[in-house]
Nanobody
Framework: QVHLVESGGGLVQPGGSLRLSCAAS????????MGWYRRAPGKEREVVAT??????????SYADSVKGRFTISRDNAKNTVYLQMNSLKPEDTAVYYC??????????WGQGAQVTVSS
C-alpha cells in the first residue's frame, strides 16, 4: 500500500505563488509516474501536470491552462514530488490531489490540499 501526503496548500492573492509537496510512503515512488490533479467546485477532476520516472527521463507534461506558470519536479531520494505554482489566478482555486501511477497501472491518491486564490 502506498500512502501519499500532500502539503503546502493555502490562501494566496492573485499573482502569488505556492509550492505543493507530496511525500510517498514507499520507494515505489521512484518507478512511478507522478502527477497533480485538481477539482474545482462544480467541475470534474482534471490533470494539472505529470512527470515520468527516471527511466523515462523525467518527462513533464502540463495542462494548457497552467503551462508557463506551474512546474512539476521530483526528488527520488526524498520520495517527494513538487508542484511550483506561480502567477496564480482565481480560476486555479481547487483541491489539488497527488497521484502515483505504479508500473502495474495501479493508481494511488493523496487526501488533497486546498488552494484558494483570492484577494
Amino acid at each position: 500500500q502506498v500512502h501519499l501526503v500532500e502539503s503546502g496548500g493555502g490562501l494566496v492573492q492573485p499573482g502569488g505563488s505556492l509550492r505543493l509537496s507530496c511525500a510517498a510512503s514507499t520507494s515505489i515512488f521512484s518507478v512511478s509516474t507522478m502527477g497533480w490533479y485538481r477539482r474545482a467546485p462544480g467541475k470534474e477532476r482534471e490533470v494539472v501536470a505529470t512527470i515520468t520516472p527516471d527511466r523515462y527521463a523525467n518527462y513533464a507534461s502540463y495542462a494548457d491552462s497552467v503551462k508557463g506558470r506551474f512546474t512539476i519536479s521530483r526528488d527520488n531520494a526524498k520520495n517527494t514530488v513538487y508542484l511550483q505554482m506561480n502567477s496564480l489566478k482565481p480560476e486555479d482555486t481547487a483541491v489539488y490531489y497527488c497521484n502515483a501511477k505504479a508500473p502495474d497501472y495501479t493508481n494511488y491518491w493523496g487526501q488533497g490540499a486546498q488552494v484558494t486564490v483570492s484577494s
